[in-house]
Nanobody
């Protein structure tokens, strides 16, 4: 199975914004999949940040990013985006998107799709 491809990371000052994108490695659209975003901060385990359901577009956010991050589907090209606003130094990490489930307690990664390379987000002045 081919992992998803993340992009859009970079270096940004506190209070800044970034838009991360998630695309299928095969070029397929992601409309029919629940997609989750995870973050791995330096020295820490990966943790779920946000997800969007496959069926009705229900979204979930970790408390630490609620009100600052927004997950959405791109109808034009079938990608999924994660808009990061009001970034803080503690948002620094590698961000990964996954196919799986979007539960009411966070994203669950499918065991059949490997992790991608991720995209680095660094928030620093």
């Amino acid at each position: 199975q081919v992992p998803l491809v993340e992009s859009g990371g970079g270096l940004v000052q506190p209070g800044g914004s970034l838009r991360l994108s998630c695309a299928a490695g095969t070029g397929r659209r992601l409309d029919n999949y629940a997609i989750g975003w995870f973050r791995q901060a330096p020295g820490k385990d990966r943790e779920g940040m946000s997800c969007i359901s496959r069926t009705d577009g229900t979204t979930w956010y970790a408390d630490s990013v609620k009100g600052r991050f927004t997950i959405s589907r791109d109808i034009a090209d079938g990608r999924v985006h994660l808009q990061l606003n009001s970034l803080k130094p503690e948002d620094t990490g590698v961000y990964f998107c996954v196919v799986g489930l979007c539960m009411d307690y966070g994203p669950i990664k499918s065991d059949f799709i490997p992790w991608g390379q991720g995209t680095q987000v660094t928030v620093s002045s």
